[in-house]
């Protein structure tokens, strides 16, 4: 998967593949708490609460190619890779990630945030959607709170999930 992603000089990364069921896999900062408390940022592909983010892919089953890519800075974004990409806003309360399954099965640990605890930027890169084996990648870095972002929106499932601003989600 490193064709789409190559880290910055200054950032660590996690590779691997995700089993999903229902659309989605987590990132957390407790594995054992399974809720995600109240919604911070929401984009609608990605939503971040108390320790926990949520990260939507396309079908319902499917293996995914999951990247995550910690950086010091503001990492370049990898537009003509994917299909969809959104940002939104994080705070993390321990400054420790862990990549769970869809059922809370941790997957992996990530590296440490280079911040520790604090805000953080996360910016959601998906391409095939509707594919049985999907890709996604995400960045994430040291940032102030901003509002949500869609960056760029392409298939159908994505303006399901995140419509381009103006549109009214379809549901």
Known sequence: MSEFARPSRASSRYSGLVEVRFQRFYISEAPEDRTLGSTAAEDGLISAGRGR??????????????????SRTVPDAVLPDFSEVVEISYRSEGGA??????????????????????????????RDLECTRGACLLQV????FLPSKTVKVTSDTGRFWSPLPGLPRQR
Not at 105 to 118: D, T
Not at 141 to 144: E, G, H, I, R, T
């Open 53 to 70: 983010i949520r990260c939507r892919t396309g079908l319902g089953n499917q293996l995914v190619d999951v990247v995550v890519d910690v």
């Open 97 to 126: 990630l862990a990549i769970l399954s869809h059922d809370d099965r941790l997957v992996a640990e990530l590296p440490a945030l280079p911040a520790g605890a604090g805000e953080y930027r996360l910016r959601y890169h998906l």
């Open 141 to 144: 870095w040291p940032a102030a």
